[in-house]
C-alpha cells in the first residue's frame, strides 16, 4: 500500500507539476506536515509552518489551526518565525522586499495566465465567468472566507479526535479555495484529500478514495464541463464532504458511540 500511494502521488497532477516546473508547493506541505504531526509536542512546534508561509504565503492559514487548536504558544511561534524570516529577507533585500510588501502582494495579474483553468482558486473560477472586479472581490471575501471558517471549524473538531492529518488536509484545501491563485502545483493537499476518513455508507468510504484520485491524476480540467471539478473538490473537502463517522478510529478499531445514533459526522450546519 505504501508503494501504491507513493505511486498516485508522483503520478498526480500537482506532484508531477511540482518536479516538472521545479516549483517548492510540495517541500512547503512537508513542512507544515512535519509540524503538525512530528513537532506538536516539542518547543520547536510552529517553526516550520513560519518558515513555510515566509516563502509563500498560503502556509499562513494553518496559525490559526494552532491556535483555536489550543495550540496558542505554537500560533505564536509560528506568526514570529514568519515575521523574523520577513526581516531577514528585507535586511538582506531590501529594495526587493520594500517592492513587494508595498505594491506586488497586491497585484497577482504578475503571476501568469490567471483566469486559465490552471488557477482553480475561487477568485479564478469567478475571472472566467466575468465576475466584475468590485464584485469578485466581495465574494471572494464572503464565500471563500465562509469556507475557511467551515474549514477551520471541522479541522478543530478533527483535532480533538486526535486526527491532526485530516485537520491539515482540511485547511489546506481551504487554503486552495481561498488563494487568489491556486495553479495545479499548489493542489498537492487534495491529493491527501484521498486519505481522509468519510462518514456514510461503506460504498462511499471505499469510492473516496478513488474519486479523489482520478479528479486529480486525470486531465480532467481540460473538459469544458469538468473545468472547475478540482475546485469544487476543495470546497467538498474543506466545508462539505461529512468527515468521521465518530465510532471507528483510523486504524480500524471502534470505540463506544458518542450519541444515542451511534454516529458522529465532522459537518458544518
Not at 13 to 24: E, I, T
Not at 226 to 232: G, H, I, T
Request: charged share 10%.
Amino acid at each position: 500500500m505504501t508503494a501504491v500511494a507513493a505511486l498516485a502521488l508522483v503520478l498526480s497532477a500537482p506532484v508531477s507539476s511540482n518536479l516538472k516546473y521545479g516549483q517548492v508547493s510540495l517541500f512547503l506541505v512537508v513542512l507544515v506536515l512535519a509540524d503538525l504531526l512530528l513537532l506538536r509536542r516539542t518547543g520547536w512546534n510552529g517553526v516550520l509552518i513560519g518558515i513555510a508561509a515566509a516563502v509563500k504565503l498560503t502556509p499562513l492559514i494553518f496559525v490559526p489551526l494552532l491556535w483555536f487548536s489550543g495550540r496558542r504558544k505554537a500560533a505564536v511561534t509560528a506568526a514570529m518565525t514568519f515575521g523574523g524570516c520577513a526581516l531577514i529577507g528585507a535586511l538582506a533585500l531590501p529594495g526587493d522586499s520594500w517592492r513587494f510588501w508595498t505594491g506586488e502582494i497586491f497585484h497577482v495579474s504578475r503571476l501568469g495566465y490567471i483566469t486559465g483553468v490552471g488557477n482553480q482558486s475561487l477568485n479564478g473560477a469567478l475571472m472566467r465567468l466575468d465576475v466584475p472586479d468590485h464584485a469578485r472581490s466581495v465574494l471572494v471575501l464572503v464565500i471563500g472566507g465562509g469556507i475557511v471558517v467551515a474549514g477551520l471549524v471541522r479541522a478543530v473538531r478533527l483535532v480533538d479526535e486526535g486526527h491532526w492529518l485530516g485537520a491539515a488536509v482540511v485547511v489546506g484545501a481551504a487554503s486552495v479555495v481561498l488563494s487568489p491563485v491556486s495553479w495545479t502545483h499548489h493542489q498537492v493537499w487534495l491529493v491527501l484529500a484521498a486519505l481522509l476518513p468519510i462518514a456514510g455508507p461503506g460504498w462511499a468510504r471505499k469510492a473516496w478514495p478513488a474519486i479523489v484520485l482520478a479528479v486529480m491524476i486525470l486531465p480532467v480540467t481540460a473538459l469544458p464541463m469538468l473545468s472547475e471539478v478540482r475546485l469544487v473538490l476543495a470546497i467538498g473537502v474543506a466545508a462539505l464532504v461529512p468527515l468521521y463517522d465518530g465510532t471507528r478510529r483510523w486504524d480500524g478499531i471502534r470505540t463506544p458511540p458518542t450519541s444515542a445514533g451511534g454516529r458522529r459526522a465532522v459537518t458544518v450546519a
